[in-house]
């Protein structure tokens, strides 16, 4: 039988940084990771899963539920709309230490449940590359993480949760019950309804510990040849130099881990106790700067081959260690770009798009390279597909970031593939619509009160339209 969890998380969500600090602000400006673009909204805490749609009653403008804001660009914000923050709805329902299955309300972070889970001997099934996002967000963007190639998406791993629409409608879903809305929500960008609570499938884990290993490369091929090497590691990414040229060009390090399987203590992370300060200026991210760090980066590590028992905290969250490293972009943020290439065109794609990087003057020091498996993602919008998928950080520099976006938008769209909507703050309603023709499917599940900026600005589709 399913034991009961601890009623309420602690709450380290503000310690997180991110967009917690206009929880308190009613009408301030609720930031994305981004820091791009900048929209007031009104912000109304939802603390108890009841109180939706209730507090919906005089609200205009439409809503959007909202969690950690750890979305890059607009997916998160609605422009002088509300902001319906579900973070206070962090509590933990139950847990079966025979199934792994955890009920949680949508919330919570995945930092809580780590807290919760690793001590008893579970780790989250997938994980991007910060923790501090909620449960509710892992769905409504279907996150991916460095074993995609083995077990797809989060979304696979949500075995069921209930949807709570504005006029209040409840459906629990799952891929037997309700399967359209199930599948509408996951990666449905939280326009589908609220998600009150949703149950997670975990994996066992008997150490903290990854068995890592670090293999650097030159090129797109050996990168190609090193990922087909892996197919049996759980977990693999790739740091890649695109600042470079010459004989450097698309230098990078492989890294890849398997969680070890020798027993170790288990315990909780300690909490962050590194802050960036202050904005950095604007001159700070430059190609001559991030050079020198790709150098540095790159030969941190002495052999071409390392291998290391290494917790999990620095291989699956290096960047959570500093709070607010967004603030090193400075004031004005920073866009990311991330796309999905097919196999059949992601080396050409990907050697092509790296070339018009280094050609751009821009460089991103943050820039991770990883093979998609073929494992189908359960949700209609979904991102991953197999193939090749870049992230890119850039620092916004208005004359030549968004041009340069449009560029490998287009580019990416010619290649086949498609960008990522949580990451995206510049991608054209043409675009979207080329990469999500399932689009026009989503629009007939939106609730009518719900949008976003994003999904305004990339299809014209409005509240009560």
């Not at 995609?148 to 979304?155: E, I, S, W």
């Not at 300690?270 to 150098?295: C, I, Y």
């Not at 002495?302 to 905290?313: F, I, N, S, T, W």
Request: aromatic share 12%; net charge negative; glycine share 10%.
């Amino acid at each position: 039988m399913p034991q009961s969890a601890s009623s309420s998380t602690s709450d380290s969500t503000e310690a997180a940084g991110g967009a917690r600090s206009a929880e308190q602000k009613g009408g301030a400006e609720f930031e994305s990771w981004g820091r791009y673009p900048k929209y007031p909204g009104n912000i109304v805490p939802l603390q108890w899963q009841q109180d939706f749609p209730a507090k919906l009653d005089g609200l205009h403008n439409g809503a959007l539920p909202v969690g950690m804001g750890r979305s890059y660009g607009d997916s998160c914000l609605l422009n002088g709309g509300n902001l319906l923050l579900t973070t206070s709805m962090n509590r933990l329902l139950s847990f079966d230490p025979e199934t792994g299955l955890l009920t949680a309300e949508a919330g919570i972070t995945l930092a809580q449940i780590l807290d919760f889970a690793v001590p008893r001997g579970f780790f989250l099934p997938v994980t991007p590359g910060t923790k501090y996002v909620t449960l509710g967000g892992a769905i409504a963007n279907d996150i991916h993480g460095k074993n995609h190639h083995v077990a797809g998406t989060f979304g696979s791993h949500v075995t069921q949760f209930e949807l709570v629409r504005s006029d209040g409608s409840h459906r629990r879903c799952s891929q037997t019950e309700n399967p359209d809305w199930f599948a509408a929500t996951i990666g449905g960008l939280g326009l589908t309804g609220l998600i009150p609570w949703a149950q997670v499938r975990l994996r066992p884990i008997v150490s903290r510990m990854i068995d890592y290993e670090g293999i650097q490369f030159h090129g797109i091929d050996e990168f190609l040849d090193l990922t087909q090497q892996s197919q049996s590691v759980e977990y693999t990414v790739s740091w890649i130099d695109c600042a470079s040229t010459g004989k450097n060009f698309a230098r990078g390090v492989f890294m890849q881990g398997d969680h070890s399987r020798i027993p170790g203590e288990l315990k909780p992370s300690p909490e962050p106790k590194l802050v960036f300060p202050f904005d950095a200026p604007g001159f700070a991210l430059n190609h001559a700067t991030v050079s020198l760090f790709n150098t540095a980066f790159f030969h941190k590590q002495m052999k071409p081959r390392v291998q290391a028992l290494q917790d999990y905290e620095p291989f699956f969250y290096p960047l959570d260690k500093v709070l607010h490293w967004n603030r090193l972009y400075g004031k004005s943020g920073l866009l990311q770009f991330q796309y999905a290439i097919p196999w059949e065109s992601a080396r050409e794609g990907t050697i092509a798009i790296l070339r018009e990087v280094a050609e751009s003057g821009l460089a991103s020091f943050l820039a991770v390279l990883k093979a998609f498996g073929d494992v189908p993602s359960p949700g209609l919008m979904s991102f991953p597909q197999p193939g090749i998928t870049l992230a890119l950080d850039f620092p916004i520099k208005a004359d030549v970031t968004f041009p340069l976006f449009e560029r490998l938008a287009d580019m990416t769209r010619d290649f086949g593939g498609r960008l990522y909507p949580a990451k995206d703050a510049a991608m054209t309603a043409s675009q979207f619509q080329t990469f999500y023709p399932q689009w026009e499917q989503l629009a007939r599940f939106r609730d009518p009160m719900l949008t976003s900026s994003f999904w305004e600005r990339v299809t014209g589709d409005r509240p009560g339209q």
